[in-house]
């Protein structure tokens, strides 16, 4: 083999090592990216079931005390907001107090006049 080939040869294989060395790299970064995303969704979901469980704890309360928290009450890292629409129909909202103004979970309740 003269002196040349093994030159060029030298330089094929540092050439695969370089696209080798980035498919790598590429890779690393696309496992990263995914397992910063699912830690991400993961911590939402917990936020969701938090503000499920305050928005349920929040439709089982009685008209009066519905209507003693009409307005927008922080509780914890939750803004509830109890407005009513209707002389009979509560809309109760769930937003976190990070992100005001995006409503994460709304419901209306209906509650009969007392008798």
Request: proline share 4%.
């Amino acid at each position: 083999m003269p002196r040349r080939e093994h030159g060029i040869a030298l330089l094929e294989v540092l050439a695969a090592l370089v696209i080798l060395s980035i498919a790598g790299l590429s890779l690393v970064e696309l496992v990263s990216q995914g397992t910063a995303t699912a830690a991400t969704a993961r911590a939402r979901e917990l936020e969701q079931m938090d503000e499920d469980r305050l928005l349920t704890a929040t439709t089982l309360l009685t008209r009066s005390d519905l209507d003693l928290r009409i307005g927008n009450r922080p509780v914890g890292p939750y803004v509830v907001t109890v407005a009513r629409p209707e002389s009979t129909l509560y809309r109760i909202a769930i937003e976190r107090a990070t992100a005001p103004g995006v409503e994460d979970l709304v419901t209306v309740v209906f509650r009969g006049m007392a008798q």
